[in-house]
């Protein structure tokens, strides 16, 4: 490449672009782009670099497990092609895999970062409390057959809501540096046959959300009392504390910005939407 064609490239606006993104997370090891196994990350890198021409890197507000589906993931990516919406959308989708696809696009300040940018974080686990299993929903929600008792779920999900130390509640491979999170809500209902753990926070430790509804379990068949989710966390000890449920009932459904962000990002149902709740 010649001086001057360095020069020009060089000369190109950047454009930082942020996508909401909804997929099923059945046959994908998790968000994380990696070597050996297919990412969500690395499907999404593939179907946006050949619409943009150049090599893209997509950067989540965050990183769900294997299995783990969202209605509405936060993402950026910057480059230097430009292209106007409908394009971007129809392009991508494209050449995404059936179970990913953008639900939209829009054009951010340079400054404007999905990950570091997020001030909160949403997730809902969506379980299937019925004697029979389902077809349609198989993997798309964890199914219970036997009846739980809602009203003690709920009892010890309010105990949630606040800063806490979940080191009870995070996963032995956790990476953070510290266990410490301030949930906003921890809002637990049921939705016909369905029960939804509606949860917010500042931020998420591996495996948190379902650590924790694998005590609401425990709980709702009354192999635990209500109150033994706060012994259980205050022990700071993973061992103590029920299995981990499975990631098939978990959404990511949300991140939020500080305003000058929020107020540019477009507005989306944020459950799955065949649950048909409101936001």
Known sequence: MSENEITETERLPTYTLAIAIE???????????QREVLGVQQALETA???????????????RTDASVHASNMIAHFTTQAYRPTHNWL???????????????????????????????????YITLNQAQ????????????????????????????????????????????????????????????????????????LHHMVRNLMGTLYAIGRQELAPADFLNILNKKDRTIAPPTASGDGL???????????????????????WLNLPD
């Not at 946006?48 to 965050?62: C, D, F, M, Q, R």
């Not at 129809?90 to 001030?119: C, E, K, T, Y």
Request: glycine share 6%; aromatic share 12%.
């Open 23 to 33: 997929f099923l997370g059945t046959h994908y090891h998790g968000w994380q782009r």
């Open 48 to 62: 946006i670099s050949k619409v943009a021409n150049e090599p893209v890197e997509v950067i989540a507000a965050g």
């Open 90 to 124: 129809r392009g991508v989708n494209s050449l995404l895999p059936d179970d990913i696809a953008l639900r939209w696009i829009q054009q951010m300040p340079a400054d404007f970062h999905a990950r570091f940018g997020a001030i909160a974080r949403r997730y809902r």
């Open 133 to 204: 299993r389902p077809a349609i929903l198989n993997h798309q929600v964890t199914h219970i057959y036997e009846p739980l008792d809602l009203a003690a779920m709920q009892l010890a999900a309010a105990d949630i809501v606040g800063t806490h130390d979940f080191s009870s509640y995070r996963a032995a491979a956790c990476q953070s540096n510290q266990p410490v999170r301030t949930v906003s809500h921890a809002n637990l209902f049921a939705h016909g046959p369905f029960i939804v753990f509606d949860i917010q926070a500042d931020g998420f």
């Open 251 to 273: 959404y990511f459904i949300n991140a939020y910005y500080p305003e000058h962000f929020q107020k540019l990002l477009p507005n989306a149902p944020l459950t799955p939407m």
